[in-house]
């Protein structure tokens, strides 16, 4: 026997809200929707602190990290130009230095 239960998440007056289809004691579920369920949790917890969608804040973090790249990009492709590098070591090094930085 399965028992599918869709279960709503929000947030309401700061607050996550669950709401189930019917009283429930217990709650099982594969690991797929788990994630899913965790996602969402996530998500609306968030609105519910900030009063605001997570993306806003990750596109603001975003930004603020592609302009430190691209200057610290420029400083070192102009150095190494500067010293002769060829094309290749430029670009090799150029990953190395953003990797480093976003890791």
């Given at each position: 026997m399965?028992?599918?239960?869709l279960?709503?998440?929000g947030?309401?007056?700061?607050?996550v809200?669950?709401?189930?289809?019917?009283?429930t004691?217990e709650?099982i579920?594969?690991?797929?929707?788990?994630?899913q369920?965790?996602?969402?949790?996530?998500r609306s917890?968030?609105?519910?602190?900030?009063g605001?969608d997570?993306?806003?804040?990750?596109s603001?973090?975003t930004?603020?990290l592609?302009t430190?790249?691209q200057?610290?990009a420029l400083?070192?492709v102009?150095?190494l130009?500067?010293?002769g590098?060829?094309p290749?070591?430029?670009?090799r090094?150029?990953?190395d230095?953003?990797?480093t930085?976003?890791a």
């Open positions: 399965t028992d599918d239960m279960i709503a998440i947030e309401r007056n700061g607050k809200v669950f709401t189930f289809p019917h009283a004691n709650f579920c594969d690991a797929e929707n788990a994630r369920i965790a996602e969402q949790i996530a917890s968030y609105r519910a602190h900030y605001r997570w993306t806003e804040q990750r603001a973090i930004e603020q592609r430190r790249l200057a610290r400083i070192v102009r150095t130009m500067e010293q590098k060829k290749e070591y430029i670009a090094h150029l990953v230095v953003i990797l930085e976003i």
